[in-house]
């Protein structure tokens, strides 16, 4: 029979997994009950189309700006219940006509989006192992609670998007390779390779994120073991066959996800293995110069703002999360080991980093994987506090009370704007969110269902419309028709505004100018103006 305190150490080992598990199963059930209240957005149709291409016929020809790997598990519901790829020369095109209409839509769409999941799991996981690598299980459950509610990560989970695969793979290929650095054998090195090609596979901006990750990891590394950068040479030196080893399987399973392909590549006038893999980093780095219409605080640009990023995050971070990273560092200055966290910091902060040279700023999703380091730092930051045992200060008990608030803020933040994870801003943003961000962190066309039932409901037949989701009549459910309107006046009846086409493009222009009479979820705003309305006469009622 074991000893009272052997069982008692036995059942505090037990409740971390069986916690971890239910904030996974919570967040996966918020996830789910969101994909039949949005529409598609603007980009899910041609994720959709390229994955069931790659399914059906074995071939990966639609827009190459993106790896097939979220694409293909995005498309894969859809695939076993028997859709399958028509030739139709434009993948939005062929999106639509998988997608079809009503219940059928919303069948399809679901599935889908389902098809996303397994990511928002694996980088649940990967939160979890790395916080309990540095500081133990409580850590681990800790930092989980903060990343499974996070609005941000809780909405493109369920999108046939490739943000969360990014940030799955992304977190898997770095803790592997601090596994991989602690002891580098040949089934390490083979698991590194593996989660580095499906890194690659996920999105483009993994080839960017994970050097700079590592580059700032390892001269951190070499700061707190106090080595030079000629010994460090010497232990690169040493591995290069294990490190070979790793880019060639990375390679390979690139290559596997490509379908095996082998062709010319035009603008390096070469025929390479996976040519659509180089052509579309050739893509993502034109499109990256060009530049994309962005909107932030009031002004547009077609290139971007230096400072997108952080002020993006300012308004769609919870303000209870934002309160830790700032309390974090002190919380680790006082522990034994004040540098622990300090590798999943340098990994959010090289993805900040990184992306302040972006000329593409439409949303925090890009930056998604930073949401891993911060929440395993915030976890490990927190753990001392819930783990101490018989203290009764005052100042210990406030300190234990002002943690716990905050992680219950964090929980409610998202769960008072539920199912509205797309467009969450913080109370930093108020009631008027568009004077701060607009586009996927705001309005990603994904309110049109909503609107069309609420119109539908009232018996309209018509509206002024420029939607940001120009595609949704396409695909989705009955939609009254939409004219386009006088961009500079309101017209008699009913005006509806897409928060991106006006602040992003301008369209309508009088947006600005007329009370909100009422808004359709989070991104559209409706109107009625009366037969006798005209512009310039007394402000219409609400």
Same mark, same amino acid.
């Given at each position: 029979?074991?000893?009272?305190?052997?069982?008692?150490?036995?059942?505090?080992?037990?409740?971390?997994?069986?916690?971890?598990?239910?904030?996974?199963?919570?967040?996966?059930?918020?996830?789910?009950?969101?994909?039949?209240? =949005?529409?598609?957005?603007?980009?899910?149709?041609?994720?959709?189309?390229?994955?069931?291409?790659?399914?059906?016929?074995?071939?990966?020809?639609?827009?190459?700006?993106?790896?097939?790997?979220?694409?293909?598990?995005?498309?894969?519901?859809?695939?076993?219940?028997?859709?399958?790829?028509?030739?139709?020369?434009?993948?939005?095109?062929?999106?639509?006509?998988?997608?079809?209409?009503?219940?059928?839509?919303?069948?399809?769409?679901?599935?889908?989006?389902?098809?996303?999941?397994?990511?928002?799991?694996?980088?649940?996981?990967? +939160?979890?192992?790395?916080?309990?690598?540095?500081?133990?299980?409580?850590?681990?459950?800790?930092?989980?609670?903060?990343?499974?509610?996070?609005?941000?990560?809780?909405?493109?989970?369920?999108?046939?998007?490739?943000?969360?695969?990014?940030?799955?793979?992304?977190?898997?290929?770095?803790?592997?390779?601090?596994?991989?650095?602690?002891?580098?054998?040949? *089934?390490?090195?083979?698991?590194?390779?593996?989660?580095?090609?499906?890194?690659?596979?996920?999105?483009?901006?993994?080839?960017?994120?994970?050097?700079?990750?590592?580059?700032?990891?390892?001269?951190?590394?070499?700061?707190?073991?106090?080595?030079?950068?000629?010994?460090?040479? *010497?232990?690169?030196?040493?591995?290069?066959?294990?490190?070979?080893?790793? /880019?060639?399987?990375?390679?390979?399973?690139?290559?596997?996800?490509?379908?095996?392909?082998?062709?010319?590549?035009?603008?390096?006038?070469?025929?390479?293995?996976?040519?659509?893999?180089?052509?579309?980093?050739?893509?993502?780095?034109?499109?990256?110069?060009?530049?994309?219409?962005?909107?932030?605080?009031?002004?547009?640009?077609?290139?971007?703002?230096?400072?997108?990023?952080?002020?993006?995050?300012?308004?769609?971070?919870?303000?209870?999360?934002?309160?830790?990273?700032?309390?974090?560092?002190?919380?680790?200055?006082?522990?034994?080991?004040?540098? *622990?966290?300090?590798?999943?910091?340098?990994?959010?902060?090289?993805?900040?980093?990184?992306?302040?040279?972006?000329?593409?700023?439409?949303?925090?999703?890009?930056?998604?994987?930073?949401?891993?380091?911060?929440?395993?730092?915030?976890?490990?930051?927190?753990?001392?506090?819930?783990? *101490?045992?018989?203290?009764?200060?005052?100042?210990?008990? =406030?300190?234990?009370?002002?943690?716990?608030?905050?992680?219950?803020?964090?929980?409610?933040?998202?769960?008072?704007?539920?199912?509205?994870?797309?467009?969450?801003?913080?109370? /930093?943003?108020?009631?008027?969110?568009?004077? =701060?961000?607009?586009?996927?962190?705001?309005?990603?066309?994904?309110?049109?269902?909503?609107?069309?039932?609420?119109?539908?409901?009232?018996?309209?037949?018509?509206?002024?419309? +420029?939607?940001?989701?120009?595609?949704?009549?396409?695909?989705?459910?009955?939609?009254?028709?939409?004219?386009?309107?006088?961009?500079?006046?309101?017209?008699?009846?009913?005006?509806?505004?897409?928060?991106?086409?006006?602040?992003?493009?301008?369209?309508?222009?009088?947006?600005?100018?007329?009370?909100?009479?009422?808004?359709?979820?989070?991104?559209?705003?409706?109107?009625?103006?009366?037969?006798?309305?005209?512009?310039?006469?007394?402000?219409?009622?609400?």
């Amino acid at each position: 029979m074991k000893p009272h305190g052997d069982v008692s150490i036995t059942r505090r080992i037990r409740w971390q997994p069986l916690a971890a598990a239910l904030l996974v199963l919570a967040g996966s059930i918020r996830i789910i009950s969101t994909y039949t209240v =949005f529409n598609h957005t603007v980009d899910e149709p041609d994720h959709l189309a390229a994955g069931m291409e790659w399914l059906s016929v074995g071939k990966y020809r639609y827009e190459d700006q993106h790896p097939p790997l979220a694409r293909v598990f995005g498309a894969l519901g859809p695939f076993i219940i028997g859709e399958r790829w028509h030739p139709v020369p434009k993948s939005h095109l062929e999106g639509y006509r998988i997608l079809g209409h009503g219940s059928h839509y919303d069948r399809v769409l679901s599935l889908g989006r389902i098809g996303i999941l397994p990511f928002f799991w694996i980088a649940s996981i990967v +939160v979890y192992l790395w916080a309990d690598r540095i500081a133990g299980r409580t850590a681990a459950v800790l930092a989980l609670l903060l990343f499974t509610t996070q609005p941000t990560v809780l909405a493109h989970s369920g999108l046939i998007t490739t943000d969360m695969a990014v940030t799955a793979c992304t977190g898997a290929a770095i803790l592997a390779s601090l596994f991989w650095a602690e002891k580098p054998n040949r *089934r390490r090195s083979v698991l590194f390779g593996v989660l580095l090609g499906l890194a690659f596979l996920s999105k483009f901006s993994a080839l960017v994120f994970l050097p700079a990750a590592w580059l700032i990891m390892y001269v951190c590394h070499l700061i707190l073991t106090r080595r030079g950068l000629r010994e460090a040479g *010497r232990e690169i030196t040493k591995r290069r066959n294990t490190i070979a080893l790793i /880019l060639a399987i990375s390679f390979f399973v690139v290559w596997a996800g490509y379908l095996f392909s082998f062709g010319r590549i035009d603008f390096l006038h070469l025929r390479l293995p996976a040519p659509r893999f180089f052509s579309g980093l050739h893509t993502v780095w034109n499109h990256n110069v060009q530049g994309h219409p962005s909107y932030l605080l009031g002004r547009r640009s077609p290139t971007g703002f230096r400072y997108y990023y952080f002020v993006a995050l300012a308004v769609k971070t919870p303000v209870a999360m934002l309160a830790l990273a700032f309390w974090m560092p002190l919380l680790l200055y006082r522990t034994q080991n004040p540098l *622990r966290a300090v590798m999943p910091i340098a990994f959010s902060l090289a993805i900040l980093l990184v992306v302040m040279m972006s000329r593409i700023n439409i949303g925090v999703r890009h930056i998604l994987p930073l949401h891993i380091g911060l929440s395993v730092a915030c976890g490990v930051a927190l753990a001392p506090i819930f783990e *101490r045992q018989r203290e009764h200060t005052i100042g210990k008990a =406030f300190e234990t009370m002002l943690a716990i608030s905050l992680l219950a803020c964090c929980i409610m933040s998202g769960v008072l704007q539920h199912p509205d994870y797309i467009a969450y801003t913080n109370l /930093l943003a108020g009631h008027r969110p568009e004077r =701060f961000v607009a586009d996927s962190d705001l309005d990603w066309g994904q309110d049109m269902k909503r609107l069309g039932t609420l119109l539908n409901e009232r018996g309209v037949t018509a509206l002024r419309f +420029v939607p940001f989701n120009t595609t949704y009549p396409f695909a989705g459910h009955e939609f009254p028709h939409m004219f386009p309107g006088d961009p500079n006046h309101p017209s008699p009846g009913w005006n509806a505004v897409s928060i991106t086409m006006w602040k992003v493009f301008g369209v309508p222009a009088w947006a600005g100018a007329v009370p909100e009479q009422r808004r359709v979820g989070k991104s559209i705003l409706l109107w009625y103006f009366p037969e006798s309305y005209h512009p310039g006469a007394e402000r219409p009622s609400r």
